[in-house]
């Protein structure tokens, strides 16, 4: 079986192929490798796939929000299924430049839309995110709940991603499943995200910022786990049965969180970040910033009554588990 993998070069992407070529399968990794953050950890991840995966393994840098160029690079190829995790991400940068996000991921997915559509593929599985609740205040957040009123324009492009595979769905039956990722976190991960920008500003003994006066919880979800769900996604694709399916649809499309079911405590996650660096953390509290939500907690149980999704690694076992990797990659 050969997977087209998008965002290969990404945290979530990179550890998909991983695990698909651990089972032995095919990979086409579709990447733009672009300098949103370090582009040096993104070649050092393709680095290893490709170590891994030798000719299993294949890298395509295209731009996917580039219609004809994707055409171009992918012609020839074949593949089964697309696992779509290439995307603009983060909730604080969509305000800074709004239109990476519509390019990305909006043009970006209608074009993979057509990709699958196109090539007839069994199962396209894509990225979406917990951004999408907004500000729900019921706890914790169902796929049954509406989610109308988004924070950030970074969470409206993912519901609008929703919605434009509903549509695909209903008109040419392409089977899709959509998840709501939470808080993903590990070896390898974005440099941009929380647990990153405390690890490196504590051994670099800066002060480390702590948003909404540390007033926050968060569903944290270890990386292999978010892998198992994707996986388990993609090798069961939702039947076009007519059905209701988790989400609300009844066509061969559907919605699951995919978290790890516990709203952890900010102040919880810096505690064990600063046990595994071995020394603590100056902090600065700082306000709520714009777009972003001041707790997340993942209801799972449509994933886990369908797929048998059983999250497994809790932070006390993955914080330091990103902490030793981010020693070892640093040479620290």
């Given at each position: 079986m050969t997977t087209l993998i998008t965002g290969a070069a990404g945290f979530i992407g990179f550890n998909v192929a991983q695990r698909l070529l651990a089972r032995g399968e095919q990979v086409i990794g579709l990447d733009v490798?672009?300098?949103?953050?370090?582009v040096q950890l993104k070649r050092d991840r393709l680095a290893k796939l490709a170590a891994d995966g030798g000719d299993r393994f294949r890298l395509v840098e295209a731009d996917l929000a580039d219609d004809a160029a994707l055409d171009t690079a992918l012609a020839?190829?074949?593949?089964?299924?697309?696992?779509?995790?290439a995307a603009q991400a983060g909730v604080r940068y969509s305000i800074e430049?709004?239109?990476?996000?519509?390019?990305?991921?909006?043009?970006?997915?209608?074009?993979?839309?057509?990709?699958?559509r196109h090539r007839n593929s069994r199962h396209l599985v894509y990225a979406s995110s917990s951004s999408v609740y907004g500000g729900n205040k019921t706890l914790p957040f169902r796929v049954?709940?509406?989610?109308?009123?988004?924070?950030?324009?970074?969470a409206a492009t993912?519901?609008?991603?929703?919605?434009?595979?509903?549509?695909?769905?209903?008109?040419?039956?392409?089977?899709?499943?959509?998840?709501?990722?939470?808080?993903?976190?590990?070896?390898?991960?974005?440099?941009?995200?929380?647990?990153?920008?405390?690890?490196?500003?504590?051994?670099?003994?800066?002060?480390?910022?702590?948003?909404?006066?540390?007033?926050?919880?968060?569903?944290?979800t270890?990386?292999?786990?978010?892998?198992?769900?994707?996986?388990?996604s993609l090798d069961n694709p939702p039947s076009d049965d007519g059905q209701e399916k988790a989400g609300g649809s009844l066509s061969p499309h559907r919605l699951y969180n995919i978290g790890n079911h516990r709203s952890e405590e900010l102040g919880h996650m810096i505690e064990l970040i600063e046990r595994a660096c071995g020394r603590s953390a100056e902090k600065q509290l700082l306000p709520m910033?714009?777009?972003?939500?001041?707790?997340?907690?993942a209801d799972i149980s449509a994933i886990t009554r369908d797929l048998g999704y059983a999250p497994t690694t809790s932070i006390d076992v993955g914080v330091p588990r990103f902490v030793q990797w981010y020693r070892e990659y640093h040479r620290l």
């Open positions: 490798v672009n300098d949103y953050y370090s020839g190829m074949e593949f089964d299924g697309i696992v779509h995790l430049n709004p239109r990476a996000y519509v390019r990305s991921n909006l043009v970006g997915h209608v074009n993979i839309l057509e990709l699958a049954e709940d509406r989610v109308d009123h988004p924070l950030s324009l970074y993912k519901k609008a991603d929703e919605l434009m595979s509903e549509t695909y769905a209903h008109l040419y039956r392409l089977p899709q499943t959509g998840l709501r990722f939470f808080t993903v976190y590990g070896p390898w991960g974005r440099p941009d995200m929380a647990m990153w920008l405390f690890t490196k500003a504590i051994f670099e003994g800066r002060p480390i910022q702590v948003f909404g006066q540390g007033d926050m919880r968060r569903d944290f270890y990386i292999d786990d978010i892998v198992s769900g994707i996986v388990a910033q714009d777009g972003d939500v001041r707790d997340t907690f």
